[in-house]
């Protein structure tokens, strides 16, 4: 079992319409956690961190979480074309603490 | 704003040749990372180091080496390049401790060996 895990995707969804993306972490010592936006070529550029349960909005972003059962998650809504790339999960403070584990990414494609 | 730059963008090298990837931060942090990048398997942590000297390995260390002198500056190091190592390799800096800070990357260096 991957220690973060996403799901695979593609995910497609209409401009204006609310995309969800989903991510599981095995390490139950893990504090911090981190979605990053990775546009095709570029490198990967945070967009929200969450470190506490519950839910964390900014701008049109808002991560989830929930320690109990986790699982994080990031809604965007009013998607954008522009919000086309691959989003990227990571869990950090667990077990080895210095590092972060990424999970493998899920691709979204928002249709003008 | 932080700024993790990477010596080169696009790289070209022979099979068993020398490697050397640079990365340079600009805002004091005491932990420092590289990835390699490959479709269908994600971002995969070759080694870190969280102070000057220290090094730690991580997922994937086979192949690789690093080097850290200095605290802004922590070099890849592919003693002889192979076809296999063919990848995007990309650098972060975080600050330091077990503080939940999240990494920032830099532009990444396309690394072909052929």
């Known amino acids: 079992q991957k220690e973060v895990e996403q799901n695979s995707g593609p995910l497609s969804v209409p401009e204006g319409a609310i995309a969800s993306l989903n991510c599981t972490y095995s390490d139950r010592v893990s504090q911090s956690f981190f979605w990053y936006r990775q546009y095709s070529g570029k490198s990967p550029e945070l967009i929200m961190s969450i470190y506490s349960n519950g839910d964390k909005e900014d701008g049109r972003f808002t991560a989830q979480l929930n320690k109990a059962s986790q699982y994080v998650s990031l809604l965007i809504r009013d998607s954008q074309p522009s919000d086309s790339a691959t989003y990227l999960c990571a869990a950090r403070g667990g077990t080895n603490a210095g590092k972060s584990t990424f999970g493998d990414g899920t691709t979204l494609t928002v249709k003008p | 704003d932080v700024k993790v730059t990477q010596s080169s963008r696009y790289l070209v090298k022979r099979t068993g040749e020398k490697v050397f990837l640079e990365c340079v931060q600009d805002m004091d942090h005491e932990n420092m990372f590289w990835y390699r990048q490959d479709p269908g398997l994600g971002l995969r942590l070759i080694y870190f180091?969280?102070?000057?000297?220290?090094?730690e390995k991580g997922d994937i260390p086979e192949g690789y080496s690093v080097s850290r002198e200095k605290k802004e500056r922590f070099s890849l190091i592919l003693e002889s390049a192979s076809t296999n190592q063919t990848s995007m390799y990309l650098c972060?800096?975080?600050?330091?401790?077990?503080?939940?800070?999240?990494?920032?990357f830099g532009p990444g260096t396309r690394l072909t060996v052929t």
């Open positions: 972060a800096s975080s600050p330091g401790g077990f503080d939940p800070y999240e990494q920032y």
């Open positions: 180091s969280y102070d000057v000297k220290m090094k």
